[in-house]
C-alpha cells in the first residue's frame, strides 16, 4: 500500500506525537475522559428505552415510537465511518470533541422536545454526535498505547459496559419514577461536560490540516447504503414483511450504493473507507469475528430477559440485573485476557478459544426450556459472557494492529460499524424466529384460540409480563412454552452462526503486536510488522528505524 505523502528521508525530523512513549500517569489522566464518554455512549440508549412508555404517554405519537429509536440508530451508524476518517485526515482531538459537543446538544434539545417529531429530529441530531464517541475513543487509545500494551486498559472498557448494561436500565428507571422522562436526557449534560473538560486538559496530539479532499460521493454512497440496511434490519419482518415492495426495494437501494461505493473507493485520492485495509487478512478475519459478536450480543440482551420475565417469573423492574451473571463472565475474561496478551504479546489462542466457548453459551442457551432453573440458566449465561470476553477487545485491537498508525480511525470506525450492522442483524432475525415460533407454538397448544394469547387481540408474540398474568391459566402455560421454544430456535441459530466466527479465528495469524515506538503492523496481511519485528541485529534495527522515520507525515493526527 503506497502512501505519497510520507517523508521516506530526514531522519533528523521529530517523530510525531503519536510515536513518542507517554507516561503511564498521562494515559491514565486521558482514559478517564475517554471512560466517561463511553458511558456516556452506552448509557444513552438502556436509559432511554425504560422511559419511552411514559415519554409516549406525555408527547402522544405512539405511532411514531420506533421512529425514536431508529432515528438514533441509523444516525449513529451513517455517521461511525464517516467520523473515523475524518480523525484520520484532520486529527482525532478536534473530531472527538465535535462528537461530544454535538451528542449534548442533541440530549439538551431532545428533553426540551413539545412533541414526537421534535424528539424524533433531536434524536436523530444526538445519534449523529454518538457516531463519534465510540470511534474516538478506540481511534485515541489506537493512537496512545501501543496494542502490546492496551491490555492494561482493557479491563477498563470491559467493566464500562458490564456497569452501563446493569445500570442503564435501573438508572432510567429510577429517573422516570421519582424525577421527569426529560432528565434521561438532561443526565448527560453534566456527564458530557466533565469528559470534554477532562479530554481538552489531559490529551495532547498533534494538530493537524490535511489538504486531501473530502470524499463526498464515497460518504454518501456509504452512508445512503448503511442506512438502507438498517432500515431492512429494524422494519422487516416488524413494520413490513420481508417479501414486501419496501423490504425489496431497500435491499435493492442497499447493494446498488455499496456497490457504487466499492467502485468509488477504488478511484478516489483519500477513500473514505480504504478497500485496501482488506487485503490485510487478519483485519478482514476480525471484521467478520466481529460483525458476529455484535449479531450476538445484541441479539442475547433483548431475548434472555424476555425469557426470565415470562418464564422464571423475574421482575421487570430489575431486568438489567437478569444479564449480570453473562456481564460478569466478560468481564473477568476480558480482565485475565488484557493483561496476558500485555504480558506475552500472543493474542491468536484467544479469538479461537473465545469462539468456540460463545457457540457453546448459545448452545447451551438452547437447551432453556419452561423448566430451567434460574441457576442453571446464569450458568449457561457465564459461558456465553465468557465466550465474548475473550472476543470484545481482542477484535478491535487485531484491527487497530493491522492497520498503520494514519489509518487508526478508518480501522476503528469500521471494527465499531461491523459490530453495529451485526447486533441490527442479530435483533431482526432473532425477532423474526423468536415471533415465528412462538406463534406456531400457540397455535399447536390452542388451536383457534391462540388469538386470546394476544395483548388486545395482537401478536401473541408481544405479550407483556403485566397482560400474560390476567389470562387463563391454560394460554399462561401455552404462553411459556411458547417463549421456551422461541429461545431454542434463536439461540439455536445463534450457534449456527458463531461457527462463523470460529472459522475465521482458526485462520488468523500471529503478527506481533506493535510495542511502544515500535513499527506500524502495516503491509499486505501483516508481512511488514513480522519482518520489522522479527528482524535481528543491525538489519532488524535499521528495518525499524526506517519504519519509523519513514511515515512520521503519514501518522501525523
Known sequence: MSHPKADTGSPEKKPAEDEAPRSAREIRLVMIGLVITMLLAMLDG???????????GELGGAEHLSWVVTSYTLATAASTPIWGKLGDLYGRKGTFLTSIVIFLAGSALSGLSRDMTELIGFRALQGLGAGGLMVGVMSIMGALVPPRDRGKYQGMFAA???????????????????LNWRWTFYINLPLGALALAVVVVTLKLPKVRSKARIDYLGALLLTTGITALT??????????????????????????????????EQRVQEPMLPLSLFKNLNFTLVSIIGFVVGFVMFGSTVFLPLYQQTVQG??????????MPMMFGMLVISLVVGQAVTRTGKYRIYPIIGTVVMTAGLLLLSTLSTDTSGFASACWMVVLGAGMGFLMQITMLVAQNSVELKDMGVASSTATLFRTIGGSFGVALFGALFNSRVTETMEERLGSAAGAGGSQGGDPAQLSPAALKALPEPVQDAYHHAVANGMHTVFLWG??????AVAAAVFMREVPLRGAGGPPAGGEGGEAAEADQGGKGGKGRKSRKGAATGNIEAVAL
Open 495 to 500: 450457534a449456527a452462526v458463531a461457527v462463523i
Open 160 to 178: 464500562v459496559m458490564a456497569l452501563a448494561t446493569i445500570g442503564g436500565p435501573l438508572v432510567g428507571g429510577f429517573i422516570t419514577d421519582h
Open 314 to 323: 423475574a421482575s421487570a423492574t430489575n431486568s438489567g440485573l437478569l444479564l
Open 46 to 56: 438502556l436509559i432511554v428505552g425504560t422511559a419511552m412508555p411514559t415519554i409516549v
Open 231 to 264: 432500515l431492512i434490519t429494524t422494519w422487516g419482518g416488524q413494520e413490513y414483511a420481508w417479501g414486501s415492495k419496501q423490504i425489496l426495494g431497500l435491499t435493492a437501494l442497499a447493494a446498488a450504493t455499496l456497490i457504487g461505493f466499492c467502485y468509488v
